[in-house]
Nanobody
């Protein structure tokens, strides 16, 4: 069983940065690709994948975050990161980390971008 826990969310102003973390308890993440999804306010049935990183470090970014967000992983600490720069109000959402087979999800962390 993989248990993922996100942290690092908060309320920031447009143009600010945040770094989200995703840690695992009980199981190493070395062999998992990990993705970040987000769910915007009012979209209870829609979660969008914005980035992922494979076990060998290959990365993917959605067009909406390309050039602003950077995904990385530290396998020695079983931790994934999402560095979010130049944040916009449209980035406001609950952010989830999830294994690439979509079987295991964290509880989410809220990111709010507002002036």
């Amino acid at each position: 069983q993989v248990q993922l826990v996100e942290s690092g969310g908060g309320l920031v102003q447009p143009g600010d940065s945040l770094r989200l973390s995703c840690t695992s308890s009980g199981t190493t993440l070395d062999n998992y690709g990990i993705a970040w999804f987000r769910q915007a306010p009012g979209k209870q049935r829609e979660r969008d994948e914005i980035s992922c990183i494979s076990s060998d470090g290959t990365t993917y970014y959605a067009e909406s975050v390309l050039g602003r967000f950077v995904i990385s992983r530290d396998n020695t600490k079983d931790t994934l990161f999402l560095q979010m720069n130049s944040l916009k109000p449209d980035d406001t959402a609950v952010y989830f980390c999830v294994t690439d087979n979509l079987n295991f999800w964290g509880q989410g962390t809220q990111v709010s971008v507002s002036s």
